[in-house]
């Protein structure tokens, strides 16, 4: 097994991105096609499965910490529910863009290090939809996968990533024929 741990980005990722918003309720989490089913066949790959998600809406008063754990439950209920997982969620709600907690900063994988000591960085996928999640790997020695779809319409330079996919199902659908993606 090549990639032991999966970190995965939630908006743009999981759910559909808000443009300029966030979401703030469970009825505004709206799944994408395919993560689910996705996250269903990523399941028995892979021996831990995180959220890392900056959700600067709560620091800046946009949205509760106890509304984004609703959310967040709500999510993790419906991910089991389709037989996928998720073992942790690490969540910055800072405001301040250079804190060491929120993306690109390493800061949620070292927390997540410390709960998981066995992570391997190296053997670790981070797949994200922007610029501060490809910067995240980058910053922490993991692959760096980019789902094209999401919020960056913009062009990114392809040294940012190490694989490229429209969506999660795409990338599931590869990496069980092939972890090398
Ligand atoms: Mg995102």
Same mark, same amino acid.
């Given at each position: ?6 970190? &995965? @980005? ?11 918003? !966030? #979401?703030? %309720?469970?009825? =505004?989490? /709206? ?44 999510? &993790? @209920? ?11 969620? !690490? #969540?910055? %709600?800072?405001? =301040?863009? /250079? ?83």
């Amino acid at each position: 097994m090549k990639y032991t741990s999966l970190f &995965l @980005d939630r908006d743009g990722v999981i759910n559909r991105h808000r443009p300029a918003d !966030y #979401v703030k %309720t469970i009825e =505004e989490f /709206e799944f994408l096609p395919g993560s689910l089913e996705a996250l269903r066949l990523l399941s028995p790959l892979f021996k831990h499965i995180f959220i890392v998600t900056n959700q600067r809406g709560v620091g800046k008063g946009v949205m509760t910490v106890r509304t984004l754990e609703q959310i967040h439950a709500y999510m &993790l @209920d419906e991910i089991i529910r389709h037989q996928g997982r998720i073992d942790h969620i !690490y #969540v910055c %709600t800072d405001i =301040e863009t /250079e804190s060491f907690n929120r993306k690109p900063q390493p800061g949620m994988a070292r927390q997540a290090l410390q709960d998981y000591p066995d992570i391997s960085f190296p053997r670790s996928m981070m797949v994200g939809d922007s610029v501060s999640d490809l910067l995240f790997a980058r910053n922490t020695g993991m692959r760096a996968v980019f789902i094209d779809a999401g919020i960056e319409k913009k062009e990114i330079k392809p040294s940012l990533y190490d694989a490229r996919f429209p969506d999660l199902y795409t990338f599931a659908e590869k990496y069980i024929k092939d972890p090398d993606v």
